[in-house]
């Protein structure tokens, strides 16, 4: 039977279902190991709770010490709790095992423990001080009408690793300090899904989601002021339905390969329905060290810097076998943007169902592979010079290439491009579909 302690300082207390905080007029039913806390606390120590299940009310937690959680469940404990505060001050002694396991955090549900937060705010100024954190098998952390403030370096809002979970709906959620994404997973792969909610970001390195796990966000409003809206690394996943999101610096959505050991070496996967996605700086989209696929449709998409998409190699991996891999699906979507990639790089465009790109694709002719495949539903509205090792189009009119005057150069040696015969053609605007030479 769990039962509550009134404690002067916050302790761990053994046993298999104890729990510890500072409290009065505690009532427990004996029947049932549920213990209800309603008494209203202007000033209460941390929490912590190991097995057992608690529901509590009107309570402000609060810790200070370093390494300290303002609440802790353990041992596949439940806690309930509404209408509540807690604040989190006193830095980290380790930022790894803030990042993996939870330490400092303002909440923390581990060892297959479950926390259900409603009408709450979370708030932690320190560093490596994540807001809400889960982590382990069958832990779990459910938020509904929740607000989380943090303020310092690797604090993220919500946090799930080693196969955690986390569900918010309706969470407000901001950060301030580097390395503080609104939305993240980390070591172990970690489960999120996200329904509603306003999300801002202000430091470098801290993007308003961050993935080395599987994130699913629905109705969202993202924003990330320091660095990219969205980041996968990895085996991992995002997936976005009508939310509006943005990144004010590097690029919209990157996606990569660190080789740190947080992520699984695997094909990224970002799809995004409905909504918008805008970058102030740099590529809407940017692919390097990794494998990935790319889904959108009816999308509003935006990238002030005129590129679309990059896939190229950086300063991760193994140089000369570092370069980006891509899959580029679209439907019913107007795009507007060239398509960039290196000589170790390669991207296969698919545009379907009422599609419009316009820009220029491999216009510098630097790409290992750039591939494009139109349905006849779809047009491409060149802009510039283009170069393709291979192009299928379901229109063999070619009606639905608006040239402006450009060339488009193909490979005559591609099997896929078998259909061309190895010709010239001339297209409406006066431009050529023309076989590329040696010297080209």
């Known amino acids: 039977m769990a039962s509550l302690v009134t404690l002067a300082v916050c302790g761990c207390v053994s046993g298999s279902e104890t729990s510890s905080k500072a409290t009065t007029d505690t009532t427990t039913d004996t029947t049932n190991t549920t213990n209800t806390t309603n008494t209203t606390s202007t000033a209460s120590e941390a929490y912590t709770q190991s097995g057992g299940t608690e529901t509590s009310s009107n309570q402000a937690f609060t810790a200070s010490n370093t390494d300290e959680n303002g609440i802790k469940v353990?041992?596949?404990?439940?806690?309930?709790?509404?209408?509540?505060?807690?604040?989190?001050?006193?830095?980290?002694?380790?930022?790894d095992n803030s990042d993996f396991y939870g330490l400092n955090a303002g909440v923390l549900a581990e060892s297959g423990s479950a926390i259900e937060l409603t009408n709450c705010t979370v708030t932690t100024n320190a560093n490596g001080a994540n807001g809400v954190f889960s982590t382990g098998s069958g832990s779990s952390v459910t938020l509904s009408n929740v607000t989380i403030n943090t303020s310092a370096a690797g604090s993220r809002g919500v946090d799930a690793t080693q196969t955690g979970n986390i569900t918010c709906t309706d969470v407000n959620i901001t950060t301030a300090g580097q390395h503080c994404a609104a939305i993240a997973t980390d070591r172990g792969n970690g489960n999120i899904t996200v329904t509603g909610g306003v999300m801002n970001t202000a430091g470098d390195g801290s993007p308003g989601i961050y993935s080395t796990g599987n994130i699913t966000v629905s109705g969202s409003i993202i924003t990330a002021t320091g660095s990219e809206a969205a980041v996968i690394e990895g085996k991992n996943s995002i997936s976005l339905t009508n939310v509006t999101i943005s990144g004010e610096k590097k690029c919209g959505a990157m996606l990569y390969q660190s080789f740190s050991g947080d992520a699984e070496v695997g094909t990224s996967s970002f799809t995004m329905n409905g909504g918008s996605l805008n970058a102030s700086v740099g590529p809407l989209f940017y692919i390097t060290n990794t494998e990935s696929i790319i889904e959108l449709k009816d999308a509003n998409l935006s990238a002030a810097s005129g590129t679309l998409l990059t896939a190229s190699a950086d300063r991760w991996g193994?140089?000369?076998?570092?370069?980006?891999?891509?899959?580029?699906?679209?439907?019913?979507?107007?795009?507007?943007?060239?398509?960039?990639c290196d000589n170790i790089s390669s991207v296969t465009t698919i545009l379907q169902n009422n599609t419009t790109l316009t820009g220029a694709i491999n216009e510098n002719n630097t790409a290992s592979s750039?591939?494009?495949?139109?349905?006849?539903?779809?047009?491409?509205?060149?802009t510039g010079t283009s170069y393709l090792t291979s192009f299928a189009d379901e229109d063999s009119t070619l009606d639905n290439l608006k040239d402006n005057g450009n060339t488009i150069y193909y490979d005559s040696n591609s099997s896929t491009n078998s259909w061309l015969e190895g010709k010239t053609y001339t297209l409406t605007d006066g431009g050529q579909l023309t076989p590329v030479t040696g010297s080209q």
């Not at 404990?77 to 380790?94: A, E, P, Y």
């Not at 750039?370 to 060149?382: A, E, P, Q």
């Open 318 to 340: 193994n140089t000369g076998s570092n370069g980006g891999v891509v899959t580029f699906k679209a439907e019913n979507e107007t795009l507007t943007g060239n398509i960039t």
């Open 74 to 95: 353990t041992n596949g404990g439940t806690f309930i709790l509404s209408n509540s505060t807690v604040t989190k001050t006193g830095d980290t002694s380790s930022n």
């Open 370 to 382: 750039m591939n494009l495949t139109l349905d006849s539903t779809s047009t491409w509205n060149v």
